[in-house]
Antibody, heavy 120, light 110 residues
Framework: QVQLVESGGGVVQPGRSLRLSCAAS????????MHWVRQAPGKGLEWVAV????????YYADSVNGRFTITRDNSKNMLYLQMNSLRAEDTAVYYC?????????????WGQGTLVTVSS | NFMLTQPHSVSESPGKTVTISCTRS????????VQWYQQRPGSSPTIVIY?????PSGVPDRFSGSIDTSSNAASLTISGLKTEDEAEYYC?????????FGGGTKLTVL
């Protein structure tokens, strides 16, 4: 069955960097685009970034553009989110999500999330 | 960029039917598919409707989706409400290389 396991969250000071990872299994990872989505405490869902299955296209929310970078390693079935210049407002649970189908960018399956807290 | 607006909360009794709306601020609701996600407290979201009205396998047929171009809105309808349907529901769509979520609607089944 599909499994997405995020890791790398924690407490980080404003202005510092953090890299999140998402380990995928149970499906052919290299065939599916992937998203990162975040949810601030007690708030709604916010899309963060997307990467195509071959890694050749990526897009970002305006709130993170220029600070965050999404990448993937299809040989390791891994998705990453490099987060630089972190701000207090980046505090959230970060989820990785698999496309619904190879040609549908809907959020078909979600991991359990990893909490990032930006605080001094 | 566009916005998706949902009511903050709705409530209904078990066995009844509830409809949650999702209004797109700009651009036609019909241009890009709308999805709906359920998030129970303490859990990750799961998809319950994709491509406006399609149900993933495992989602009961009590859940249905539709769009209305006259109001530029999508709707999620849940019939035969059960207490297990109590959750936050989010609509989602796409435009100009941005994937957007609505603010979420808390469904209370009481």
């Amino acid at each position: 069955q599909v499994q997405l396991v995020e890791s790398g969250g924690g407490v980080v000071q404003p202005g510092r960097s953090l890299r999140l990872s998402c380990a995928a299994s149970g499906f052919t990872f290299s065939n599916y685009g992937m998203h990162w989505v975040r949810q601030a405490p007690g708030k709604g869902l916010e899309w963060v970034a997307v990467i195509w299955s071959d890694g050749n296209n990526e897009y970002y929310a305006d709130s993170v553009n220029g600070r965050f970078t999404i990448t993937r390693d299809n040989s390791k079935n891994m998705l990453y989110l490099q987060m630089n210049s972190l701000r207090a407002e980046d505090t959230a649970v970060y989820y990785c999500a698999k496309w619904q189908y190879t040609t549908s960018s809907a959020f078909g399956y979600w991991g359990q999330g990893t909490l990032v807290t930006v605080s001094s | 960029n566009f916005m998706l607006t949902q009511p903050h909360s709705v409530s209904e009794s078990p066995g009844k039917t509830v409809t949650i709306s999702c209004t797109r601020s700009s651009g036609s609701i019909a241009t890009n598919y709308v999805q709906w996600y359920q998030q129970r407290p303490g859990s990750s979201p799961t998809i319950v409707i994709y491509e406006d009205r399609q149900r993933p396998s495992g989602v009961p047929d009590r859940f249905s989706g539709s769009i209305d171009t006259s109001s530029n809105a999508a709707s999620l309808t849940i019939s035969g409400l059960k207490t297990e349907d109590e959750a936050e529901y989010y609509c989602q769509s796409y435009g100009s290389n941005k994937w957007m979520f609505g603010g979420g609607t808390k469904l209370t089944v009481l």
